[in-house]
């Protein structure tokens, strides 16, 4: 089964940049499209960005727009979140997730954790 595995997180000040970076263990193409959530406690786990893997079309949520950007690159099979300026809120745990062409599954990352604070 394929999987997803997610690094880049870590703790950050208010204004500050990280970079997510979401390694899958088989092609990207063989997903339809990538995304980022994120989960805030005893918040609904949100979608933030997504990109398709062939045209590499990429939409935000208005909460991120303007500071996050989704990427992908192919060759090296990942998928990358940019954050910049974030904010206390942006804190949570952050998940990639794939819809398989063969299948239309979802398949979710492990998350790695956000924390913005001074």
């Known amino acids: 089964q394929v999987q997803l595995v997610e690094s880049g997180g870590g703790l950050v000040q208010p204004g500050g940049s990280l970079r997510l970076s979401c390694a899958a263990s088989e092609s990207i193409v063989s997903f339809v499209t990538m995304a980022w959530y994120r989960q805030v406690p005893g918040k609904e786990r949100e979608r933030v960005a997504r990109i398709t893997t062939d045209g590499g079309i990429a939409t935000h949520a208005d909460s991120v727009k303007g500071r996050f950007v989704i990427s992908r690159d192919i060759i090296r099979g990942r998928v990358f979140l940019q954050m910049n300026s974030l904010r206390p809120e942006d804190t949570g745990d952050y998940y990639c997730?794939?819809?398989?062409?063969?299948?239309?599954?979802?398949?979710w990352g492990q998350g790695t954790q956000v924390t913005v604070s001074s």
């Open positions: 997730s794939g819809v398989t062409r063969r299948s239309q599954a979802r398949v």
